[in-house]
């Protein structure tokens, strides 16, 4: 087999498994996760978000755009992420609450703490 042809069987195959996991990840369930369970800085930050805040954070409420499609799709607007505290963390960290609708009175919340990668419905 001459070396292009092997190059492009090579871009073929590369290309495919890339896309079967961008397939596989999009596919992956929606666990669940008792509200009682969450980190207390989860709970807290869920009470915050009921109230409207005020928020420890200036990116707190911004709109969560879902690139990685994990969420049910929705249109744009439709999700807003919070920042749930890490200790020790210098920075964000990953964990995050994710509202879906109106972030107050929705009751829709999503908690990750692996930055996006996976989500758990909150269950209250």
Do not use: C
Request: no cysteine; aromatic share 14%; proline share 7%.
């Amino acid at each position: 087999m001459n070396r292009q042809l092997m190059n492009r069987w090579l871009l073929f195959f590369a290309t495919l498994f890339f896309s079967l996991q961008l397939f596989a990840k999009g596919l992956a369930p929606i666990g669940i996760i008792p509200v009682e369970d969450l980190p207390r800085e989860g709970r807290q930050t869920l009470e915050l978000i009921k109230r409207g805040g005020p928020f420890p954070y200036p990116n707190d409420g911004r709109v969560f755009r879902n690139f990685e499609g994990v969420l049910p799709k929705q249109k744009r607007g439709y999700y807003h992420e919070f920042t749930v505290k890490t200790p020790g963390a210098r920075n964000r960290g990953a964990r995050r609450i994710v509202s879906g609708g109106d972030p107050q009175s929705s009751g829709e919340y999503y908690y990750t703490d692996d930055h996006y990668d996976t989500f758990r419905r909150i269950k209250e």
